[in-house]
T-cell receptor, first 109, second 119 residues
Framework: QKEVEQNSGPLSVPEGAIASLNCTYS??????FFWYRQYSGKSPELIMF????GDKEDGRFTAQLNKASQYVSLLIRDSQPSDSATYLC?????????FGKGTLLTVNP | DADVTQTPRNRITKTGKRIMLECSQT?????MYWYRQDPGLGLRLIYY???????NKGEISDGYSVSRQAQAKFSLSLESAIPNQTALYFC??????????????????FGPGTRLTVL
């Protein structure tokens, strides 16, 4: 069974710090990986995607992928209270994505 | 206007009732999905459809059925609702990806969700 495991959290960081979110996946056939942010009661919103090994940066966000270790991470630099949300890691190939259960991040002012 | 819409946004019903949740999209995507989300369990796939004539079961399809009325519309039905179907339901869409590939790039876009309570 294809699984995506996330560090269970909750994770709490002070404002301005780096938040590190981690994820491992079991399906070696997975080609694409996504990080979604979900505020309580709202729908998931895509914030990053990564397909190739290495790092991908977009503003304060950096996604890292290591296919050999089946590991995906998301770093949030200069964390802001507005970053407080649940972060969903997911991976897949072709048409289906498998989602992790999410990590709740709280950024304290 | 929202690209992916869901109706109703909230629904309270009783055990045994038939319920239909509707999803419409203006993104022009061929692929549509229904998920449910429960606290501590994450998003779980109920059904997905690649086009009007292609419908597939997801990991938790028992107790649910779907209808793809058009490229832009995908409905989820609970034939006889039960309390453990109380959850937040999301519709999502995706495209084939860059340059028509069917792999890399197929991020999913979610509707606002329907909160369903079965008493």
């Amino acid at each position: 069974q294809k699984e995506v495991e996330q560090n269970s959290g909750p994770l709490s960081v002070p404002e301005g710090a780096i938040a590190s979110l981690n994820c491992t996946y079991s399906d070696r056939g997975s080609q694409s990986f996504f990080w979604y942010r979900q505020y309580s009661g709202k729908s998931p919103e895509l914030i990053m995607f990564i397909y190739s090994n290495g790092d991908k940066e977009d503003g304060r966000f950096t996604a890292q992928l290591n296919k050999a270790s089946q590991y995906v991470s998301l770093l949030i630099r200069d964390s802001q209270p507005s970053d407080s949300a649940t972060y969903l890691c997911c991976g897949g190939s072709n048409y289906k994505l498998t989602f992790g259960k999410g990590t709740l991040l709280t950024v304290n002012p | 206007d929202a690209d992916v819409t869901q109706t109703p946004r909230n629904r309270i019903t009783k055990t045994g009732k038939r319920i239909m949740l509707e999803c419409s999209q203006t993104k022009g995507h061929d692929r549509m999905y229904w998920y449910r989300q429960d606290p501590g369990l994450g998003l779980r796939l109920i059904y997905y459809s690649f086009d009007v004539k292609d419908i597939n079961k997801g990991e938790i399809s028992d107790g649910y059925s779907v209808s793809r009325q058009a490229q832009a519309k995908f409905s989820l039905s609970l034939e006889s609702a039960i309390p453990n179907q109380t959850a937040l339901y999301f519709c999502a869409t995706s495209d084939l990806g860059p340059r028509g590939t069917s792999g890399v790039g197929n991020e999913q876009f979610f509707g606002p969700g329907t909160r369903l309570t079965v008493l």
